[in-house]
């Protein structure tokens, strides 16, 4: 952790200086040239500009519209950073949009209503299941009924070929926060923000099902790095396709698993298997577990200078955008980073891996955020 943590330090140093102000302008025809960090997919503008604000370190980004026609790469989100927390240059550009993240802003962590819908954009890929409808308002409206649907494509009725028209896709992208590194490191604490969103809400409480000391062989679907078998089980109680799951507490790895026909259980030391919950309230109390010694490395906003890791569990809990953080105690090796609180969060909003030009169909996210009366 001591050289990352370096130039983490240097960065999140920097993040604390980033300019505060709020500005939800959108910049028709300006590019911000350069300074990139990641390139996303989004169907328009404001969809872009939601997954900047969601992004840890992003400050500001250029999407290129559906009609950019100097390439292929209409629906691309730039995510941008500098350490001045502002573009280095702006220039005219035709078929981009520019804009800056709303984290500024003070408002709740975005978990929007995204109630636009797309034609002639496909939202390609991340199928988990399919099924013939009369309209896109029936599509949608199984989307927003179904926990694991995010999003949505479907093919019309001049759709060809025509044996797909009616067609109806829902499609996943993960709702809960994901670490992104996990592993051993002396002198450190992470943990999570009790407000993090690691289940599915309902009214009707369940207990997990853990089998301890126990592995269930094979039928590998993902692979994660998880500190706790609780957070596993939230990944697989997310999944739509995961039956069963695995976690090694030796290197933190959380394997999906996916065989509806049987699962075989297997003695072993260390690793704690389990079923997924469905349509019920988990048991999040794990939430407020400090894991000592055990670093959540990565996707850093900022850090501040705390007296203990339980100041730090609490700012992270009262930040409207912390999922997780990471506390350096004195027992860390380096004593620069002493009483150092790293807050952090990953994307959670729906986010299609790949968006396509498609003549005759539809594409639309689900309705679970939108007030009544939005077409719920």
């Not at 503008?45 to 292929?72: G, N, V």
């Not at 199984?142 to 070929?161: I, M, R, W």
Request: proline share 6%; hydrophobic share 30%.
């Amino acid at each position: 952790m001591g050289s990352y943590l370096i130039l983490v330090g240097v960065l999140s140093m920097c993040t604390i200086c980033f300019s505060q102000e709020c500005n939800t302008e959108l910049l028709t025809n300006e590019d911000f040239p350069g300074t990139d960090i990641l390139h996303l997919y989004a169907p328009d503008a404001e969809h872009c500009q939601q997954l900047c604000t969601q992004h840890h370190s992003c400050q500001f980004f250029t999407f290129l519209r559906s009609d950019w026609s100097r390439d292929k790469r209409n629906f691309y989100c730039y995510l941008k950073s500098t350490p001045s927390g502002e573009p280095n240059s702006r220039t005219a550009l035709l078929g981009v949009t520019s804009g800056f993240s709303l984290k500024p802003c003070n408002q709740a962590p975005p978990q929007p209503c995204l109630s636009n819908v797309y034609q002639n954009v496909d939202f390609n890929g991340d199928d988990y299941r399919s099924f013939f409808t009369g309209d896109q308002e029936g599509c949608q409206r199984a989307c927003t009924q179904d926990p694991y649907c995010q999003y949505f494509t479907y093919a019309n009725d001049v759709h060809t070929p025509e044996n797909i028209r009616y067609k109806c896709h829902l499609k996943f992208s993960w709702p809960v926060p994901r670490t992104p590194i996990v592993e051993r490191t002396a002198g450190v604490v992470s943990g999570f923000s009790s407000k993090a969103p690691m289940s599915q809400v309902s009214d009707t409480a369940c207990q997990a099902k853990l089998f301890p000391n126990t592995a269930v062989p094979g039928d590998h679907l993902k692979m994660f790095t998880t500190a706790t078998p609780e957070h596993c089980l939230s990944l697989c109680s997310a999944h739509p396709s995961c039956t069963f799951f695995a976690h090694n507490s030796g290197n933190f790895t959380c394997n999906l698993k996916n065989n509806p026909d049987e699962m075989v259980l297997k003695a072993k030391a260390g690793v704690t298997s389990g079923i997924p919950e469905r349509f019920c309230q988990l048991d999040n109390s794990w939430l407020t577990v400090p894991q000592v010694g055990i670093d959540f490395r990565g996707s850093d906003m900022r850090f501040e200078l705390m007296e203990d890791a339980e100041t730090c569990q609490k700012t992270c809990n009262e930040d409207a955008y912390c999922q997780f953080y990471t506390y350096v105690t004195s027992e860390f090796h380096n004593n620069d980073y002493w009483k150092r609180c790293y807050l952090k969060r990953v994307i959670t909003m729906p986010s299609p891996s790949k968006i396509v030009k498609t003549n005759n169909v539809v594409s639309g996210f689900h309705l679970r955020n939108c007030a009544k009366g939005s077409g719920i």
